[in-house]
Protein backbone atom coordinates (compact mmCIF):
# COMPACT_ATOMS: atom_id res chain seq x y z
CA UNK A 1 0.00 0.00 0.00
CA UNK A 2 1.23 3.23 -0.79
CA UNK A 3 2.64 5.66 2.16
CA UNK A 4 0.20 8.22 3.26
CA UNK A 5 1.19 11.40 1.23
CA UNK A 6 1.16 15.45 3.67
CA UNK A 7 0.64 18.21 1.42
CA UNK A 8 1.80 21.34 3.20
CA UNK A 9 0.35 24.60 1.37
CA UNK A 10 2.31 27.33 0.05
CA UNK A 11 2.80 30.58 1.75
CA UNK A 12 -0.28 32.94 2.81
CA UNK A 13 -2.67 29.52 1.20
CA UNK A 14 -5.07 27.94 2.79
CA UNK A 15 -5.93 23.95 2.77
CA UNK A 16 -9.03 24.70 1.14
CA UNK A 17 -6.92 25.60 -2.65
CA UNK A 18 -5.39 22.13 -2.18
CA UNK A 19 -8.23 19.80 -1.93
CA UNK A 20 -8.49 18.98 -5.61
CA UNK A 21 -5.25 17.86 -5.13
CA UNK A 22 -5.64 16.42 -2.40
CA UNK A 23 -8.56 14.04 -3.47
CA UNK A 24 -6.39 13.34 -6.12
CA UNK A 25 -3.98 11.57 -5.10
CA UNK A 26 -6.54 9.85 -3.12
CA UNK A 27 -8.05 8.74 -6.38
CA UNK A 28 -4.49 7.29 -7.11
CA UNK A 29 -4.56 5.28 -3.89
CA UNK A 30 -2.27 7.91 -2.30
CA UNK A 31 -3.84 8.31 1.35
CA UNK A 32 -3.59 11.80 1.28
CA UNK A 33 -3.98 14.89 3.89
CA UNK A 34 -3.08 18.60 3.93
CA UNK A 35 -1.94 20.61 7.09
CA UNK A 36 -5.05 22.87 7.44
CA UNK A 37 -3.18 25.71 7.38
CA UNK A 38 -5.56 29.02 6.93
CA UNK A 39 -4.17 32.13 5.69
CA UNK A 40 -4.27 34.12 8.92
CA UNK A 41 -2.11 31.16 10.05
CA UNK A 42 0.72 33.07 7.69
CA UNK A 43 0.28 36.32 9.24
CA UNK A 44 3.10 36.00 12.44
CA UNK A 45 5.57 34.98 9.44
CA UNK A 46 5.17 38.43 7.33
CA UNK A 47 8.45 40.11 6.68
CA UNK A 48 10.75 37.41 7.02
CA UNK A 49 9.79 36.29 11.10
CA UNK A 50 10.00 32.72 11.94
CA UNK A 51 8.19 30.24 10.73
CA UNK A 52 7.68 28.37 14.00
CA UNK A 53 3.77 28.55 13.69
CA UNK A 54 3.64 26.62 10.75
CA UNK A 55 6.13 23.86 11.63
CA UNK A 56 3.60 23.59 14.48
CA UNK A 57 1.22 22.99 12.39
CA UNK A 58 3.23 20.32 10.13
CA UNK A 59 4.45 18.50 12.87
CA UNK A 60 0.91 17.82 14.06
CA UNK A 61 -0.36 16.77 11.49
CA UNK A 62 2.65 14.62 10.48
CA UNK A 63 2.55 13.01 13.71
CA UNK A 64 -1.42 12.39 13.49
CA UNK A 65 -1.13 10.82 9.75
CA UNK A 66 1.47 8.90 11.27
CA UNK A 67 -0.58 7.12 13.87
CA UNK A 68 -4.31 7.21 11.41
CA UNK A 69 -2.04 4.94 9.10
CA UNK A 70 -0.28 3.30 11.56
CA UNK A 71 2.61 4.04 9.04
CA UNK A 72 6.38 4.83 10.26
CA UNK A 73 7.26 7.18 7.03
CA UNK A 74 5.31 9.81 4.88
CA UNK A 75 5.41 11.47 1.81
CA UNK A 76 5.73 15.37 2.17
CA UNK A 77 4.75 17.40 -0.53
CA UNK A 78 6.00 21.25 -0.33
CA UNK A 79 4.25 23.73 -2.57
CA UNK A 80 5.91 27.24 -2.80
CA UNK A 81 7.97 28.69 0.33
CA UNK A 82 6.40 24.98 1.99
CA UNK A 83 8.86 23.25 0.20
CA UNK A 84 11.75 25.07 2.26
CA UNK A 85 9.82 25.04 5.19
CA UNK A 86 9.85 21.02 5.10
CA UNK A 87 13.45 21.24 4.50
CA UNK A 88 13.72 22.75 8.08
CA UNK A 89 11.56 20.56 9.53
CA UNK A 90 13.44 17.43 8.44
CA UNK A 91 16.88 18.48 9.79
CA UNK A 92 18.66 17.90 12.84
CA UNK A 93 19.75 22.09 13.90
CA UNK A 94 17.52 23.67 16.31
CA UNK A 95 15.55 26.55 14.00
CA UNK A 96 16.27 28.78 16.86
CA UNK A 97 17.82 31.63 14.92
CA UNK A 98 14.63 34.07 15.41
CA UNK A 99 14.52 33.34 19.17
CA UNK A 100 11.03 32.20 19.75
CA UNK A 101 11.27 29.10 20.51
CA UNK A 102 13.98 26.48 22.54
CA UNK A 103 16.33 24.01 21.06
CA UNK A 104 14.15 21.49 22.61
CA UNK A 105 11.10 22.37 20.71
CA UNK A 106 10.89 19.08 18.89
CA UNK A 107 9.77 20.89 15.36
CA UNK A 108 12.59 19.85 13.37
CA UNK A 109 14.67 16.69 13.03
CA UNK A 110 11.68 14.68 10.71
CA UNK A 111 13.34 12.94 8.26
CA UNK A 112 13.46 9.81 9.67
CA UNK A 113 9.77 9.48 9.15
CA UNK A 114 9.99 11.15 5.62
CA UNK A 115 10.59 9.12 3.00
CA UNK A 116 9.94 11.32 -0.45
CA UNK A 117 10.25 15.12 -0.40
CA UNK A 118 8.85 16.77 -3.12
CA UNK A 119 8.92 20.71 -3.51
CA UNK A 120 6.31 22.15 -6.25
CA UNK A 121 7.54 25.45 -7.34
CA UNK A 122 9.68 26.07 -4.38
CA UNK A 123 12.59 29.02 -4.48
CA UNK A 124 15.26 27.19 -2.31
CA UNK A 125 16.95 30.38 -2.88
CA UNK A 126 16.66 33.94 -3.39
CA UNK A 127 19.32 36.49 -4.09
CA UNK A 128 17.63 40.00 -3.57
CA UNK A 129 14.21 39.46 -1.55
CA UNK A 130 15.34 40.66 1.52
CA UNK A 131 12.83 39.21 3.72
CA UNK A 132 13.45 35.56 2.91
CA UNK A 133 16.73 35.71 3.06
CA UNK A 134 17.41 35.18 7.04
CA UNK A 135 15.14 31.73 6.81
CA UNK A 136 16.70 30.85 3.76
CA UNK A 137 20.25 31.38 4.53
CA UNK A 138 19.35 29.18 7.54
CA UNK A 139 18.31 26.01 5.14
CA UNK A 140 21.19 26.22 2.38
CA UNK A 141 23.45 26.86 4.66
CA UNK A 142 22.81 24.03 7.14
CA UNK A 143 21.40 21.62 4.48
CA UNK A 144 22.39 22.10 0.87
CA UNK A 145 21.08 20.24 -1.67
CA UNK A 146 19.42 16.77 -1.34
CA UNK A 147 21.14 16.87 2.34
CA UNK A 148 19.50 13.87 3.73
CA UNK A 149 20.49 10.46 1.80
CA UNK A 150 17.76 8.40 3.21
CA UNK A 151 15.03 11.20 1.55
CA UNK A 152 14.43 10.85 -2.01
CA UNK A 153 13.90 14.74 -3.24
CA UNK A 154 12.12 15.36 -6.21
CA UNK A 155 12.18 19.19 -7.03
CA UNK A 156 9.73 20.02 -9.84
CA UNK A 157 9.94 23.17 -11.43
CA UNK A 158 7.26 24.72 -13.85
CA UNK A 159 7.87 26.06 -17.34
CA UNK A 160 5.06 28.44 -18.48
CA UNK A 161 6.51 31.99 -18.81
CA UNK A 162 9.21 33.88 -19.82
CA UNK A 163 10.17 37.01 -17.79
CA UNK A 164 10.32 40.20 -19.87
CA UNK A 165 9.56 44.24 -19.80
CA UNK A 166 6.47 43.23 -20.92
CA UNK A 167 2.96 43.63 -19.94
CA UNK A 168 2.07 39.81 -19.54
CA UNK A 169 5.64 39.23 -18.10
CA UNK A 170 6.35 41.93 -15.84
CA UNK A 171 5.39 40.34 -12.95
CA UNK A 172 7.46 37.16 -13.69
CA UNK A 173 10.15 39.45 -14.72
CA UNK A 174 10.50 40.93 -11.32
CA UNK A 175 10.15 37.67 -9.25
CA UNK A 176 12.91 35.99 -11.25
CA UNK A 177 15.20 38.56 -10.41
CA UNK A 178 14.93 39.01 -6.91
CA UNK A 179 14.86 35.05 -6.69
CA UNK A 180 18.25 34.33 -9.64
CA UNK A 181 19.06 37.49 -10.45
CA UNK A 182 18.39 37.16 -13.90
CA UNK A 183 14.60 38.34 -15.28
CA UNK A 184 15.02 37.08 -18.74
CA UNK A 185 14.47 33.46 -17.95
CA UNK A 186 11.88 30.47 -17.60
CA UNK A 187 9.49 29.67 -14.49
CA UNK A 188 6.08 28.96 -13.49
CA UNK A 189 5.60 32.76 -12.93
CA UNK A 190 7.00 33.30 -10.13
CA UNK A 191 9.89 30.98 -9.65
CA UNK A 192 12.61 30.32 -12.17
CA UNK A 193 13.44 27.23 -13.24
CA UNK A 194 16.80 27.03 -11.76
CA UNK A 195 16.18 28.54 -8.28
CA UNK A 196 13.43 25.73 -8.05
CA UNK A 197 16.01 22.96 -8.23
CA UNK A 198 18.71 21.00 -5.93
CA UNK A 199 22.03 19.58 -6.31
CA UNK A 200 21.63 15.75 -6.03
CA UNK A 201 17.90 15.61 -6.52
CA UNK A 202 15.82 14.50 -8.71
CA UNK A 203 15.14 17.79 -11.06
CA UNK A 204 11.82 18.30 -13.31
CA UNK A 205 10.69 21.15 -15.45
CA UNK A 206 7.22 20.83 -16.81
CA UNK A 207 6.33 22.75 -19.84
CA UNK A 208 2.91 24.30 -19.49
CA UNK A 209 2.70 24.85 -15.82
CA UNK A 210 1.97 27.73 -13.55
CA UNK A 211 2.89 28.55 -9.95
CA UNK A 212 -0.38 28.83 -7.95
CA UNK A 213 -3.70 26.88 -7.88
CA UNK A 214 -5.61 30.91 -7.80
CA UNK A 215 -4.14 31.16 -11.48
CA UNK A 216 -5.92 30.35 -14.83
CA UNK A 217 -4.55 27.40 -16.24
CA UNK A 218 -2.41 24.16 -15.57
CA UNK A 219 -0.88 24.73 -12.03
CA UNK A 220 1.42 21.79 -10.28
CA UNK A 221 -1.62 19.84 -8.66
CA UNK A 222 -4.05 19.96 -12.09
CA UNK A 223 -4.63 15.87 -12.83
CA UNK A 224 -3.50 16.66 -15.71
CA UNK A 225 -0.21 17.09 -14.60
CA UNK A 226 0.00 14.77 -11.86
CA UNK A 227 1.30 11.89 -13.99
CA UNK A 228 4.55 13.85 -14.33
CA UNK A 229 5.39 13.86 -10.78
CA UNK A 230 3.05 11.81 -8.62
CA UNK A 231 4.96 8.53 -9.45
CA UNK A 232 8.09 9.32 -7.72
CA UNK A 233 6.12 8.90 -4.64
CA UNK A 234 6.56 5.95 -2.65
Not at 41 to 52: F, K, M, Y
Not at 67 to 72: G, I, L
Not at 153 to 175: D, E, M, T
Request: charged content about 15%; overall charge positive.
Amino acid sequence: MPLPTVILPGYFAGAAEYLELQQSLVGLGFPAVTVPVRRRDWLPTVGGRSIVPILRLLDRTVKQVLQQYNASQVNLIGHSAAGWISRIYLGEKPYIIHGDVMEDAGLWFAHPSVTTLVTLGTPQYSLYERWTRKNLDFVNNNYPGAFHPNVHYVCVAGKAIFGARRPGQLLAYNSYKLTCGTGNTWGDGITPVEAAHLEGAENLVIEGVMHSPRRVGLWYGSPEVLPAWVPYLK
